[in-house]
């Protein structure tokens, strides 16, 4: 095992071996001020196959948060622009219910409740062993994980049937190839958010790397035609530099 210090002194946080892997990735945003103690949990979620961002203040953190899909959040307490504790309210206040697992060196009841009370699902004081951040976190993402039961989505006028695998956009039936099908899916089972490259590959193709091909923007392009093309709003979206989000436009 390999050692890194905390921020806030005392023993030393433990890395958890390469060996000790997750059964399924998980998606994590690491909101914390600490280049030293960030670059090191990000390392270590890696080793233990999982993927990380990375924000290194609170208001770039929050923007992640409602902006981008996660399992987890890993907020540290005390963060520049925005404190930690702001930033899990706002996102509670705005409907964002990703669980929420809380770094401190403030232990005390009190601290803990009040961490508890602005929405955040656990509470770990610093130092700590990364094996045991690393089981909360495992443990939240478990307690959280959504369910299959949704059975149609909808967006606008365009609605997807899972078990039929019918599409039609304003009662007009759309016929996709398996892989286009799939790719709807998933937009429409995170509509309004946006949707990384990444993310994409992950979970439509199933690489866990970049090809390095066009292969996203050729099925975009064959999607965005067969939904938008014969209609008067769009409802695919590129978003520059980022990924594609699924969504009704507002006049």
């Known amino acids: ?38 670059a090191f949990l990000v390392k270590a979620l890696k080793e233990s196959g999982h993927i990380s961002d990375h924000a290194a203040d609170g208001e770039t953190g929050l923007s992640l948060a409602e902006t ?8 540290d307490r005390m963060l520049p622009k925005l404190d930690g504790l702001s930033v899990i309210s706002k996102l509670r206040a705005d409907g964002v219910q990703t669980p929420v697992l809380i770094l401190s060196a403030l232990g005390a009841v009190d601290d803990r409740v ?13 130092p700590y062993a990364f094996s045991e951040l690393l089981a909360r976190v495992e443990a939240l993402a478990r307690r959280t994980a959504p369910e299959e039961a949704t059975t149609n ?15 039609a956009r304003s009662g007009q039936p759309i016929l996709l190839q398996p892989r286009e099908f799939r790719l709807l899916e998933y937009l429409m089972k995170h509509a309004g958010q946006v949707v990384t490259r990444t993310m994409l590959l992950e979970n439509v193709w199933g690489y866990h790397f970049d090809p390095q091909t ?12 067969k939904i938008d093309k014969e209609f008067d709003a769009p409802l695919l979206h590129t978003i520059r530099g980022v990924g594609y989000t699924i969504r009704v436009e507002r006049a």
């Open 214 to 225: 066009n292969v996203i923007d050729v099925h975009i392009s064959r999607l965005r035609g």
């Open 114 to 126: 009040k961490g508890l009370r602005a929405g955040g699902d656990d509470y770990l004081t610093k």
């Open 68 to 75: 981008q899909i996660h399992d987890v959040l890993i907020v």
């Open 1 to 38: 095992m390999t050692l890194q210090s905390d921020k806030h002194g005392g023993e030393s946080v433990q890395e958890l071996p390469i060996s000790a892997l997750h059964s399924k990735p998980m998606r994590v945003l690491l909101i914390e001020d600490d280049a030293e103690a960030a």
């Open 153 to 167: 989505y909808v967006v606008g006028d365009l609605e997807l049937d899972r078990l039929t695998h019918k599409v």
